[in-house]
């Protein structure tokens, strides 16, 4: 009973502080987004959970390291940080945690670490409490195109007292989707029948042997390693029902990789996933194991599958906090799904690419499909294109697609520049030497200081095994699966040759990597006024095919080995 008081005490002393500081507008929007509707005032007892992103230590330090580590002329190229260094860089300052707390604590159900290094906290509250912690009223949304239900508020305030710890607090007013697979999937009637299949040219029927030629990719690995591998993106939420079958994979290695039949793939499953085996899923992830297992031969493969219905900035983050939660993370990681730009407030979006950050200087590869809707998401009648998230991030490697015969840009490869991301050096004179080639075209239409992307590209039509049958699929799905296969053949040979592997890519792409790349200068890519209106692809980098496709023998050859 004494006991109680006593520790009760120091807590109404704080609320009292806290309360006689002013509370301070944090972050608001001016409305709700388009194809939302309110319905009401959720009820006050209803849980919900937050994710407060505390101020790092030294953001701008890592960055600094990430540079070291990920410049080929750099001293320390290639000399990756652990994740426990990486988190004395991210972890929050002492007091800056225990003032947030302090705050925090009395008045939520539970406050957890969401990742390891503690910088961001999981609250979970009622709405009642989170309208008095942050000074704002909630309301219950609907999206109009698929009927989910959202509790979020316009704005919200912070204590002055606190504001300067806090970096956001989200979704409070973010309306963000989960993340989306790339919209083109497009399943095309061509079907070659079981004994032309082999032997079909590959401007018929492009598989992994095609892939192998085309970019001069071998066989399998000489190092042996098993550390060097690819981790595989899946999602199986509510939305998004993927799953990576193993028969499939089996048959698919049979007709067309016999030389590595039955090879597999390792499945981790984060909050609640199964990889069911029923069929029941749609194609994405097929392409993405088939397109891994199947072109990087022996290279030790991981699906990487969530169950989680968070938005896409939590879910991106999830990966991210799982990754740096590894003993031996994947060298190289591939994502083929994205989301538009503006789906995640800007705030948000630099949290999640701060995390690529931290990927980037223990090492990790990570790999996006830029996405299938061209310069505007598929979007007609526009007046600005849509950058596509999280390609827009620095500090990761984004893969537009091309057509092999001839090396043609794909109309749907998404590219551009990004509004919340500001170019990066190792592009800056790549992409300004695109703008200048195309003058006064489009402007207004985008950020011209804004970082490009994709940063390369590779084929976006393959053929795969779907429940027993093979069809041919296309989009940029295809591109970022069979991109990551080289790199991680790619470490193979550095790991074989007593180097490091090749960790955050784009400082090396953008200067002697381009040694690695075939350059593609024909096509276009669809924009604002349908399949005319996108961005060319140019002799150097472009905004639809980036630096270009892979080249094996030449990538060897700029590696020095
Ligand atoms: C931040 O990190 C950089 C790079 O490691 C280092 O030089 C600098 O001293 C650090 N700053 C602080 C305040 O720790
Ligand atoms: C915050 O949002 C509420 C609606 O929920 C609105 O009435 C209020 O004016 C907003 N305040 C600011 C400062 O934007
Ligand atoms: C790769 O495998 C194919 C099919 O099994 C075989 O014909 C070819 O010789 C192999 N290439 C190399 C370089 O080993």
Known sequence: MTMGLLRALPLMLL????????????ESISHVPSGFKALGSPSPTQEIELFIAIVQSNITGLA???????????????????????????????ESLSAVMDWVTPNVASVKPFSPAGDILRVSLTVEQAEGLFNTKFSTYTQSANGQEMIRALNYSLPSTVQQHILHVHP???FTPPP???????????????????????????RPVCIQQFYGIPNTTISGSLTNSIGVQG???ASLGEYANEDDL?????????????????VTLLNGAQNLQDNSGGLEGQIDIQYTVGVAGNVPT?????????????????TINWLLSQEDPPTVFTTSYANEETDLTQSAATSVCNGYMQLAAIGISMIFASGDGGASDNQQGCTSFVPMFPSTCPYVTSVGGTFFQPPTAFVSSAGGFSNYFPVPSYQAADTSAYLESIGDEYSGMYNPNGRGFPDVAAEWEVFIVNAGGVTSIGGTSCASPIFASFIALVNDRLIAAGKPVLGFLNPLLYGTGKGGLDDVTVGQSSGCSGSTGGWNSAAGWDPVSGLGTPDFAGMLNALGI
Do not use: W
Not at 64 to 92: H, R
Not at 181 to 204: F, G, I, M, W
Not at 255 to 266: K, L, M, Q, V
Not at 302 to 318: E, F, I, K, P, Q
């Open 15 to 26: 609320t009292k502080s806290v309360l006689s500081s002013t509370m301070v507008l944090h």
């Open 250 to 266: 089996a048959t698919f290695l049979n007709e067309f990789r016999p030389d590595i039949a039955g090879n597999t793939f390792s």
């Open 172 to 174: 409070i007013i973010a």
């Open 64 to 94: 600094k390291v990430v540079d070291a580590v990920s410049f080929p002329s750099s001293p320390s190229y290639g000399q990756y940080l652990s994740s426990a260094e990486v988190a004395e860089y991210v972890k929050p300052p002492a």
């Open 302 to 318: 991981t699906y990487v599958l969530d169950g989680t219905n968070s938005d896409a900035a939590t879910s991106y983050m999830d």
């Open 180 to 206: 989306q697979r790339p919209s083109q999937n497009t399943v095309y009637k061509r079907k070659a029948t079981l004994n032309r299949r082999q032997l079909a040219p590959c401007e018929d029927i492009v």
């Open 235 to 237: 999602y199986n939420s």
